[in-house]
């Protein structure tokens, strides 16, 4: 394993939040990652998009990776889209196509409900969104139980996350063979005590924040494109679809047989060509609307705004080999070994001050 991949480091609504921005502009792309991920575990099936006109914006959802997590009992869905448009202010973009898999299906929906103005569209990938009654779960109810719970999390799971993560991922992918850019990933990064809390919460509150968001969704006009595979044995298709599709009549559905629960992974191709389909939809109906441009508008507020900070949490630039230069030609970091930081420290007396950074 390796150190997480860093980015960019910015403050919303008072906390850290870490993401990833690849691309020099275009029509803007929001990738959410799914319950117990991480932006970098979503982001490489989309940065081919990067080179075609795309900007792409992949966040540490609060509470995962180095993003800070949110109040205690405020973690659903709904605040988590009242944080993601905390996050568009702060980059200046005003409306974004939004790609969600799994869990991260549920804010996707909680913004387009409330903040519809923000969501040009969506991509929704084996997306977990109906309210669904609770799984046993039994390891991860032991991993946040008040007396065990320390224990497991800061014991337990650090010892089993490098053999258990990828099996986790393998079982996700099924029948498809795990891509090599998953070589190194960060298992222990994306499986820390934050970390498990933050999905502890996040799947307690799932359902009240769907059961309440669904009013505000039934019959909306957005655009969607909605992707399943047959084989998903996570968010079952029998369950999920059918409720997402009643409620979005402009979505089109595909179900893609022998998929499992990591499509995008699995038919990488097929989401990239979800989000086209979606752009070229938004710029048909702009045509249509005669506005002078497009519904999901380029957007080169980012580069110009100054809240990029491309900065380790140890408030260090990372230099010499610690920086790589991607294939869309931006600054992406990755940490150093020896630069392991738990997010959970990462406070606003320890942050830096901005430095411009376009993106």
């Known amino acids: 394993m390796t150190a997480p991949r860093l980015g960019h480091f910015i403050d919303v609504e008072g906390r850290v939040a870490h993401l990833h921005v690849i691309g020099q502009g275009g029509t803007p792309v929001l990738l959410l990652h799914g319950c117990g991920s991480l932006a970098e575990e979503i982001l490489p099936p989309f940065e081919p998009l990067a080179r075609r006109g795309y900007l792409l914006i992949a966040p540490d959802r609060p509470g995962y990776g180095y993003s800070e997590p949110l109040p205690d009992?405020?973690?659903g869905a709904d605040?988590?889209?009242?944080?993601?448009?905390?996050?568009?202010?702060?980059?200046?973009?005003?409306?974004?196509?939004?790609?969600?898999?799994?869990?991260?299906?549920?804010?996707?929906?909680?913004?387009?409900?409330?903040?519809?103005?923000?969501?040009?569209?969506?991509?929704?990938?084996?997306?977990?969104?109906?309210?669904t009654p609770h799984a046993a779960l039994p390891m991860l109810r032991a991993a946040v139980a008040p007396l065990v719970g320390p224990f497991i999390r800061k014991s337990v799971i650090p010892a089993v996350a490098p053999a258990l993560g990828p099996r986790l991922l393998a079982a996700a992918l099924k029948p498809h063979a795990v891509p090599d850019y998953f070589a190194g990933f960060p298992y222990l990064h994306a499986g820390r005590s934050r970390a498990v809390l933050t999905m502890a919460a996040e799947l307690r509150a799932f359902n009240d924040c769907l059961e309440a968001a669904a009013p505000g969704l039934a019959g909306r006009s957005v655009a969607a494109e909605i992707l399943h595979g047959s084989l998903d044995g996570v968010a079952d298709p029998d369950w999920h679809l059918p409720w997402v599709a009643g409620l979005l009549p402009r979505a089109d559905v595909r179900v893609y047989p022998d998929v499992g629960h990591a499509l995008h992974h699995g038919r990488p191709h097929e989401?990239?060509?979800?989000?086209?389909?979606?752009?070229?939809?938004?710029?048909?109906?702009?045509?249509?609307?005669?506005?002078d441009r497009p519904a999901c508008p380029p957007s080169f507020g980012v580069a110009r705004s100054g809240a990029l900070r491309t900065v380790s949490p140890h408030g260090r630039r990372p230099t010499g080999p610690d920086r790589q230069k991607?294939?869309?030609?931006?600054?992406?970091e990755r940490t150093a070994a020896s630069s392991s930081v738990d997010p959970d420290s990462v406070g606003t007396a320890d942050r830096p001050p901005e430095t411009r950074y376009g993106v």
């Open 79 to 131: 605040r988590q889209a009242a944080w993601l448009a905390g996050l568009l202010d702060r980059l200046r973009l005003e409306t974004v196509i939004v790609a969600a898999h799994s869990l991260g299906a549920g804010p996707a929906l909680c913004l387009e409900a409330t903040a519809p103005e923000r969501v040009a569209g969506l991509v929704l990938l084996a997306g977990f969104c109906r309210p």
């Open 271 to 291: 989401a990239r060509a979800a989000v086209d389909r979606l752009a070229a939809r938004l710029r048909a109906r702009s045509r249509r609307l005669g506005r």
């Open 73 to 75: 009992g405020r973690e």
């Open 326 to 332: 991607s294939e869309a030609g931006e600054w992406n």
